[in-house]
């Protein structure tokens, strides 16, 4: 079975590839999505392969 990305997905991938440091609650409070949900749709993106790791631009 195919996942598929719901809005609150891209709003999270939204912020990560903004500012990839921002913490949970950060992310949370800029989505207003609660901070589990939100921890646990990063897992989910994780898990998918969506997200990959995370970068550091100098």
Known sequence: MKE???EKDLKILEI???????STHKISKK????????????RKLKA???ITRYSLDI
């Open 48 to 50: 998918l392969g969506v």
């Open 16 to 22: 990560l590839m903004e500012d990839s440091s921002l």
């Open 4 to 6: 598929t990305l719901d």
């Open 31 to 42: 989505t207003l999505i609660p901070v589990t949900t939100v921890l646990n749709r990063i």
